[in-house]
């Protein structure tokens, strides 16, 4: 009997090496294309029962053109790069990694937070003078308040790092789920408007897609930043460029963007107000490690029991 192939479409900077041994041992044969090309994706893996996808968005025409795919395990917690009605409703499983960065993202988020009480972005800028200030100089820390949308794993690891050393900490979080001691629950408009850094913690979805739009920012305080480690699309780019020419904002801090990697001169990763990191706030010596593991284990899983370890999509049509 053949063996079932397994291929990876797009790793980034990550080794598979772990993974594919694992996969290797579960009886599977390996494939790396290194592509987020649909095209290319469907060529090379339409024999494919297991698809290991990165960035790379997998929509339903992709699906269709795979016709012996039964699982897709993503390298990320997140999901929104697969169209996973379209995979429930085709018999198919989509897995994640769970929840294996949520203290390095806290962490990013902190440093990024730090980062803009300091003027960090303003201060290390090779261009400026020895004796250049910006426009709104750093902040005693103990006096900001911090805001935080989304207070779950990483939100709430976010308010530990900052409890006792800021003012004050609002949370907003629309599941109703008890926010941590120290953090004061508020509205979205809340914390929006009464906090001097705004930190986005929130899948995104329907309901998030451009939350963040010109109306909300415009709310913002002045001299306040806004700071983005969960999805870049939760944000509206354009209105967040004119917040940033022209209305309140100081500065933004974002480990992520609506398109990755940003073509050459795109106005907001090259915007003078902007701290950007490359999407790495997930990113540790463990990580790098764990993610490739995790990855792979959801895979082995399905094809030992028949369900992978971190499903967020089930098979509900048939295959």
Request: hydrophobic letters at 45%; glycine letters at 10%; charged letters at 25%.
């Amino acid at each position: 009997m053949a063996r079932p192939l397994a291929v990876y479409t797009d790793l980034d900077d990550l080794d598979p090496a772990a993974g594919v041994a694992l996969l290797e041992e579960a009886g599977f044969r390996v494939e790396i294309l290194e592509t987020r090309d649909p095209d290319l994706i469907a060529g090379a893996a339409r024999e494919a029962t297991a698809l290991l996808v990165g960035y790379g968005p997998v929509d339903a025409d992709l699906l269709t053109r795979l016709p012996h795919l039964e699982i897709v395990s993503l390298l990320s917690r997140g999901f929104d790069s697969v169209d996973t009605v379209a995979a429930s409703e085709r018999g198919l499983w989509v897995a994640t990694v769970g929840d294996l960065a949520s203290a390095e993202v806290a962490v990013h988020t902190w440093a990024l937070a730090l980062a803009a009480v300091r003027r960090l972005d303003f201060f290390t800028r090779g261009e400026r003078s020895w004796l250049d200030r910006p426009e709104h100089p750093p902040r005693r820390l103990s006096e900001i308040t911090l805001g935080l949308v989304g207070v779950g794993r990483i939100g709430s690891g976010v308010a530990r790092l900052a409890d006792g050393h800021v003012g004050r900490i609002l949370g907003h979080d629309r599941s109703g789920r008890d926010l941590p001691a120290g953090v004061v629950a508020a509205t979205l408009d809340e914390v929006v408007t009464g906090s001097d850094i705004v930190s986005i913690h929130l899948p995104l979805d329907g309901s998030t897609t451009g939350l963040f739009d010109a109306r909300l920012l415009a709310r913002m305080r002045p001299g306040s930043w806004l700071l983005n480690v969960s999805r870049g699309a939760i944000v509206d780019t354009d209105a967040l460029i004119d917040a940033l020419d022209d209305g309140p904002l100081a500065g933004a801090a974002l480990d992520v963007l609506d398109h990755e990697p940003p073509p050459p001169g795109d106005r907001l990763a090259t915007h003078p107000k902007v701290m950007l990191t490359p999407h790495v706030a997930y990113l540790s010596d463990a990580t790098a490690r764990d993610y490739v593991l995790a990855q792979a284990r959801n895979v082995v899983e399905w094809h030992r029991s028949g369900r992978p370890i971190h499903p967020v999509a089930v098979p509900e049509g048939p295959k």
